[in-house]
C-alpha cells in the first residue's frame, strides 16, 4: 500500500518533528492539536527547525514548500483521508486510547495506525480500534529532525503487510530502521534507561558529581549529552514513566526509579521545558543542582 497522507496526532516535543521529517521526504501531512495554542506552538518549533536547516542547505527544496505539505488541524475528522496515522501525544496509555478510539473509525479500511509511545505496550492500544491487525509501533528519537534511527514494531496481531507500511515510510524518510519487538521500551530504550538511571544512581551514591558524569561520559566515551543534561532534555516525567512500565513489565531492579528523579517530577521539575531538572536552565550555561 502506498502512503501518500499521514497523520500525526499531537504537534508537541515529537509531533512537530514527526511531522517535519515526513513532510521533508515529499509526503502530505495532516498535524493534528487539542487546540490552537499548543498547534501554533508546534508550528512555530517547525518553522524555527525548517529555518536552521534552511539556513545551512541542510533541505531539498525550500523550507516554504515543505510548510505547504503540512496542514495544521485542531479537529480529528481531517485526519479522515490519511494513509497511516501517528500518534505523538502524552506518555500516558490512557490519553493515547482516547486518541484511537475517537481517531480510529474515521479512517479508511485500509489504513495503518502507529504509536509513538517510548515505552508503553503496541498490543494495548490496538485492541481499542477497529484494526488491531494495521497497528504497529513507530518509535522515533528525540530531536526527531536529527535522530534518524526509527524502530519499527510489529505486535503479535499486526499483519506483515502493516509492518511493511512501516519498514517502507521509514525508508521513504531516509531513516536508519530497526525492526524491534512488543517488549517495554522495544530495542533501544530497554538498553538506554538503565545507563541514565545508573548515572542518578551514581550520582547519589556519591560517585561523582552531576557535572563530572556529564563531563565524563562526553569527554570519555563520546555521547553528545552526558547522562542528566540528556535526561533533562527528553523530560523527567517522560523517563519516570517509562521507568514504571519497563519495571512493570521485567521486574528488574536496573529498571527502577532513583528515589531523585520521582521526587524532581513530584516537584514538577520536569526538566529544560520547565526550567529546572537536575540543571537549572535559567542560566547560560546551566547550572547542575547537586
Ligand atoms: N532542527 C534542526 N536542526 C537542529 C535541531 C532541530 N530540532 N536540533 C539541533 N539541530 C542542529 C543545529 O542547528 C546544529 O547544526 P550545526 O552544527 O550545523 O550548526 C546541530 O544540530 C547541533 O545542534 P546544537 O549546536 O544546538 O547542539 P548539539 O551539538 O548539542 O546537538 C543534539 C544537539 C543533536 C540534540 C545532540 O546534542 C544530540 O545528539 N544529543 C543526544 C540526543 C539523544 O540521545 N536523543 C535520544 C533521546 S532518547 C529518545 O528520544 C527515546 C524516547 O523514547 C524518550
Not at 563531563?215 to 521507568?243: C, S, Y
Amino acid at each position: 500500500m502506498d502512503t501518500n497522507l499521514v497523520g500525526v496526532v499531537g504537534c508537541g516535543a515529537m509531533g512537530h518533528g514527526i511531522a517535519q521529517i515526513t513532510a521533508q521526504a515529499g509526503l502530505g501531512v495532516v498535524v493534528c492539536e487539542r487546540g490552537p495554542e499548543p498547534l501554533e506552538a508546534g508550528l512555530a518549533r517547525i518553522d524555527a527547525s525548517l529555518a536552521r536547516l534552511e539556513a545551512k542547505g541542510g533541505l531539498d527544496g525550500s523550507a516554504a514548500d515543505v510548510r505547504a505539505r503540512i496542514a495544521p488541524t485542531v479537529d480529528v475528522a481531517d485526519l479522515a483521508d490519511c494513509d497511516l496515522v501517528i500518534e505523538a501525544v502524552d506518555e500516558d496509555l490512557a490519553t493515547k486510547l482516547g486518541v484511537w478510539r475517537a481517531v480510529a473509525p474515521l479512517l479508511g479500511p485500509d489504513a495503518v495506525c502507529a504509536t509513538n509511545t517510548s515505552s508503553l505496550s503496541v498490543i494495548d492500544q490496538a485492541v481499542v480500534t477497529d484494526r488491531p491487525d494495521r497497528f504497529i509501533g513507530l518509535h522515533f528519537f528525540n530531536p526527531p529532525q536529527m535522530m534518524s534511527l526509527l524502530e519499527v514494531v510489529g505486535s503479535v496481531a499486526s499483519s506483515d503487510a502493516a509492518v511493511a507500511v512501516g519498514l517502507a515510510y521509514g525508508r521513504r524518510l531516509g531513516r536508519d530502521v530497526v525492526q524491534a519487538p512488543d517488549r517495554a521500551g522495544f530495542l533501544v530504550n530497554r538498553l538506554l534507561l538503565p545507563y541514565v538511571l545508573d548515572a542518578v544512581r551514581a550520582m547519589e551514591g556519591g560517585f561523582g558529581t552531576i557535572a563530572d558524569i556529564d563531563l565524563g561520559m562526553r569527554k570519555g566515551t563520546g555521547h553528545p549529552m552526558g547522562p542528566f543534561t540528556l535526561l533533562d532534555f527528553v523530560g523527567l516525567d517522560v523517563v519516570m514513566a517509562m521507568t514504571d512500565v519497563m519495571f512493570e513489565e521485567y521486574h528488574e531492579t536496573r529498571f527502577s526509579a532513583p528515589p531523585t528523579l520521582r521526587k524532581l517530577v513530584a516537584a514538577g521539575f520536569t526538566g529544560r521545558k520547565s526550567g529546572r531538572g537536575f540543571y537549572d536552565y535559567a542560566t547560560e550555561p546551566p547550572t547542575p543542582l547537586d
